[in-house]
């Protein structure tokens, strides 16, 4: 097994099995060994293969093809092992309310998981309450309450709490949350976006007006221009990062299972959009190790989606959950979010830039063929074991749709840890830099991209001096000696166009059941209409959401990339 110095830190700090005294007490392979069988052991409940998925399992595990996502890695194996790493719970307009759900987000946390709330529910600001004769003191208030009970709780002692804060844009409260994370001592613990609706957007279009609603009485609560808030939106996500955007119609309008509930929010990272008390396991497939002598390895590919299907699904059985209410959810829709890593990597093995429009159309085919393989396989478990079992209803429920295990079986998360862990580019990113340092825990990795390393070899312009100069910029752009060719190949994140990095965040949501996580990195020199151009842009082509980040901005809260402080 080939596993990276970096790999191996990470590993070690947090992800191999320690003893009382926190020393480690298994090896790697052991501890893709303690994955691969705890999760065939729900192969059990179905037939008598479970040593030969076990095999299967961790063969794909352990050659880095594919990994789960962290909590499966942390947890598998363990009494109780929470497996998944999204879930979104409800947040109702009481004060017994909004404490359970505090008490249920802490248990959540605890076992490594990132949690979701929409605070739409809230009555606003200096509204009545009845029950003292009192004023309420609105959802920004209680979003500071949870920020502050996460700053508490370590994530299984592993992880860093993460939220996800959603206000919907017709809240009569939208302007204090839009402004909310201007002070940088805010809510470090949260992502927050606006579930934007398409009667806003319409509003938006026609420079007019749009109604804001108090969600106790769902009577108006007065109206606002659309185009002022939009730039208070703007203004802050220029400065911070937040609010992102959720296209909260458009999310509903590809909800599977209506009948189950409607999505009012997504997981911290904004990739899975879930209903109440729903849960979702992820896992990622490396596309880098999915390429052969310059193509892409389809048989590979369509095999490897295939085990890893029938992992995710597994791994729903063998999950403890932190709440029976999430159990009953999960185990209905039986959610899995197939996604990829290495992208970037993929697109340099290839020979195709990141912004070329091959690089756009090759997206489209490597994810439709991932979709349609991830449904296929999800068919035929459907066929051993049941579709998943709230399908009466669900959009699936027709003549001619697929008969599935799974409500969903795409997404593409962020991959932060896992991508350090199969050494690959991180989610559907380009390179963000060709050479860094950065610090993961205490330690200081210096990551040179590999592949460029390789090649200035290989064509004859590497140098000590040369590389020197890489690492201090951290790309090409203004490095002399270097072919025009390898700089187009390996522009990183910031030398690429906005509305390049939103036409792939595209490209893969096309064909993904879930959402796509991706930063919209603008360079430090962007203004606020660029900001307000990739908000737009994000709508019109088909994107679930957008998130922004202009380099340089301050953005006090967890990142794409949380687990490296
Ligand atoms: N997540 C979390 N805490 C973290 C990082 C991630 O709770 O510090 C959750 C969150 O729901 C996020 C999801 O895990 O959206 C996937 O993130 P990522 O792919 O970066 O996690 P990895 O599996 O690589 O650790």
């Not at 063929?369 to 027709?398: H, M, Q, T, W």
Request: net charge positive.
């Amino acid at each position: 097994m080939e596993l990276s110095e970096n790999a191996l830190k990470v590993l070690r700090a947090r992800y191999l099995l320690k003893d009382e005294q926190g020393r480690v007490i298994e090896s790697p392979r052991e501890m893709f060994g303690r994955i691969a069988r705890s999760v065939a052991e729900a192969e059990k409940f179905y037939g008598d293969r479970a040593c030969y998925w076990e095999e299967r399992f961790y063969e794909l595990l352990s050659s880095l093809r594919f990994l789960p996502n962290s909590p499966t890695i942390m947890n598998a194996g363990k009494s109780p092992g929470q497996l998944a790493a999204c879930f979104v719970l409800p947040v109702e307009d009481s004060m017994p309310g909004i404490f359970d759900t505090l008490k249920n987000a802490a248990l959540i946390l605890q076992s490594g998981g990132g949690t979701g709330f929409s605070f739409s529910r809230l009555r606003p600001k200096a509204d009545i309450v009845r029950s003292t004769g009192g004023i309420a003191s609105g959802p920004v208030s209680f979003m500071k309450i949870y920020n502050t009970a996460t700053d508490v709780i370590k994530q299984g002692g592993a992880r860093r709490g993460a939220n996800m804060g959603i206000l919907r844009i017709d809240h009569p409260d939208v302007l204090e949350f839009i402004r909310v994370k201007r002070d940088a001592k805010e809510l470090a613990n949260f992502n927050i976006s606006l579930a934007i609706t398409d009667a806003y957007m319409e509003a938006l279009r026609a420079d007019g007006e749009y109604q804001l609603v108090n969600p106790r009485t769902g009577k108006s609560a007065g109206r606002l221009r659309a185009g002022e808030v939009f730039g208070e939106i703007v203004a802050s996500a220029w400065e911070t990062g937040d609010p992102g955007l959720v296209f909260i119609d458009r999310l509903n309008r590809a909800n599977p299972t209506p009948a189950a509930g409607s999505f009012e929010s997504t997981n911290p990272c904004g990739e899975q959009p879930l209903l109440p008390y729903e849960a979702c396991v992820l896992g990622s497939l490396n596309l880098a190790a999915h390429v052969k002598g310059g193509v892409i390895d389809y048989d590979a590919l369509g095999r490897d989606v295939a085990v890893a299907v029938r992992f995710l699904d597994d791994t729903i059985d063998v999950n403890s959950y932190p709440l029976p209410a999430i159990e009953r959810m999960h185990k209905g829709n039986r959610k899995i979010g197939l996604g990829v890593m290495g992208w970037a990597d993929m697109l340099v093995l290839l020979g195709i830039p990141y912004d070329h429009e091959k690089a756009f159309r090759l997206a489209r085919e490597v994810m439709r063929f991932i979709r349609d393989a991830s449904r296929e396989a999800s068919c035929a478990l459907a066929k051993e074991r049941g579709v998943f079992p709230n399908f009466a209803g669900s959009i699936y429920d027709a003549p001619h749709m697929p008969r599935l295990r799974n409500a969903t079986t795409t997404t593409i998360a962020p991959t932060g840890t896992l991508s350090t862990i199969a050494d690959c580019s991180s989610g559907i990113e380009p390179l963000f830099a060709l050479a860094y340092k950065r610090f993961v825990l205490d330690s200081e990795l210096v990551e040179i991209n590999k592949y460029f390393l390789q090649m200035a070899k290989e064509q004859g312009f590497y140098s000590v001096e040369l590389f020197q100069e890489v690492m201090r910029r951290g790309n090409l752009r203004q490095v002399k000696g270097i072919p025009s060719r390898v700089k187009r190949l390996f522009r990183t994140a910031l030398e690429i166009l906005p509305e390049h990095h939103i036409e792939m965040q595209a490209a893969f949501q096309e064909y993904t059941d879930n959402a796509v996580s991706k930063t919209i990195n603008l360079p430090n020199r962007a203004k606020k209409e660029d900001v307000a151009r990739a908000y737009l842009l994000a709508y019109e082509k088909g994107c679930k959401g957008i998130t922004v980040f202009r380099y340089g901005a301050r953005r006090g809260t967890l990142v794409k990339f949380a687990d490296t402080d």
